[in-house]
């Protein structure tokens, strides 16, 4: 279906602004675009994920750190009804309620939400399809994205901070105004910024930043891994997920002595246990395991723009060959060294073995729109095929493909 004539001249204006932003300041120096372009997210959107996440704090668990509330004496242990609820109709709602309550009496505060477009599929899409249109003109980022949504009235950082030093940053102002001091490290030279909503706010990499919201102030801010460094932690984690899957050599403890042992003389011994880890990091880098687990990773971010952590997948349905299937994005597929395909899709990444697997998603890429027994037809496959039918299975969780069921035929 071809996109209606004001659609296509929106995206074409969107990727004319990309295009401009890339040339002349992306990593450059902090700067306003005054209208564009847009993050994908509107102001009752951005109040609906404020809600979602403050419930997910709210139940326990490992989300729950994720949501902050700051006032000038610091953060809020328990901040509890002073979170977002579904009582309050918009983030004009949530300020009045709060900034009235006696245990603010008044005084300044800032919301902030750590990553949270995970919680809602539809609007992380959004903001993953306007990021690519940047991607293609300054290149692909090949580690995480991460995002900070934040709702303050009145309140002004007290200390100069880096939102990843390492980091380039877009903040779009969705609703209200911002002003920003950002101080580039290799200019030295302070920048005040002042945005209002609709804008998108830029710094490079090396910025320090103080936000001031003098008024109630909603904003969606973007860290870019931008520095060479910026993978050594993330190839750490690689490196500790494959150690932890391998047992250590020995019947030896797996954890470091305590207290560390010392001679005589009180001087520190090397504990055995950090030379056995060494040794254990050289031999995980002699393979080709950190490489291959850097592909898989790589593919992932890659299929969702960067932008991480990803919703989680969906539950399967049970497909059969009267199935239609609707391709809903682009399924990238790369492969291994050891012949392995890989495949992503909307930041889930997945290894196939099926031999036919190439001519399956090979398939789907050029006919958006068919069944699952004519994809099957099409591949020289049965169309109950059970490797056929997991892929496609895989693919529906991710939402790379959505599925409805074709009607009975008449019986004669």
């Known amino acids: 279906m071809n996109p209606r004539p004001e659609q296509a001249h929106d995206a074409f204006r969107l990727a004319d602004d990309w295009r401009r932003f890339a040339e002349k300041h992306w990593a450059r120096e902090p700067v306003v675009l005054s209208g564009g372009p847009p993050c994908g997210l509107d102001a009752a959107q951005a109040h609906a994920l404020l809600v979602a996440a403050a419930a997910t704090a709210a139940s326990g668990g490992t989300d729950a750190g994720r949501v902050r509330l700051a006032v000038p004496d610091g953060d809020l242990r328990s901040p509890g009804p002073l979170l977002p609820s579904p009582a309050d109709p918009d983030t004009r709602g949530y300020a009045a309620r709060i900034s009235a309550s006696d245990q603010l009496a008044g005084s300044g505060w800032l919301l902030t939400v750590a990553d949270p477009l995970s919680l809602d599929f539809g609007l992380w899409s959004r903001v993953r399809q306007r990021l690519a249109g940047l991607w293609r003109h300054v290149g692909w980022p090949a580690l995480p994205v991460t995002a900070e949504l934040a709702v303050g009235v009145r309140h002004q950082a007290a200390e100069e901070s880096g939102a990843r030093p390492d980091a380039a940053v877009l903040t779009w102002v969705i609703e209200g105004a911002l002003t920003v001091r950002v101080r580039p490290e290799h200019t030295g030279t302070e920048f005040e ?4 909503a609709g804008d998108l706010v830029h710094w490079p990499a090396g910025s320090t930043h103080l936000d001031d919201r003098s008024a109630r ?196």
């Not at 910026?230 to 984690?237: E, K, M, R, T």
């Not at 950190?290 to 592909?295: D, M």
Request: hydrophobic fraction near 40%; include cysteine; proline fraction near 12%.
């Open 217 to 412: 102030c909603t904003t969606l801010r973007l860290a870019v891994p931008a520095r060479t460094t910026s993978a050594l932690p993330y190839v750490g984690d690689v490196l500790e997920d494959l150690l932890r899957d391998r047992p250590a050599p020995g019947d030896g403890p797996t954890t470091a002595p305590h207290p560390a042992p010392a001679g005589p003389d009180g001087r520190l011994t090397p504990a055995r246990h950090h030379a056995d880890q060494a040794r254990r990091y050289a031999t995980v880098l002699a393979g080709d395991e950190p490489e291959r687990a850097l592909l898989l990773r790589w593919a992932g971010l890659r299929s969702a723009a960067g932008l991480d952590p990803v919703p989680p997948p969906r539950p399967r349905i049970a497909l059969t060959p009267r199935h239609r299937l609707r391709r809903t994005t682009s399924v990238l597929h790369v492969t291994d060294r050891d012949g392995t395909l890989i495949w992503a899709a909307h930041g889930h990444a997945r290894r196939s073995v099926h031999p036919a697997a190439d001519r399956i998603l090979a398939r789907l890429r050029t006919t958006p729109l068919t069944t699952v027994a004519a994809l099957a037809a099409a591949c020289g496959l049965p169309p109950d095929d059970h490797e056929l039918l997991a892929l496609l299975g895989e693919l529906y969780a991710v939402r790379a493909v959505e599925t409805t069921e074709a009607p009975s035929e008449p019986r004669p």
């Open 193 to 196: 910024l002042h945005a209002e």
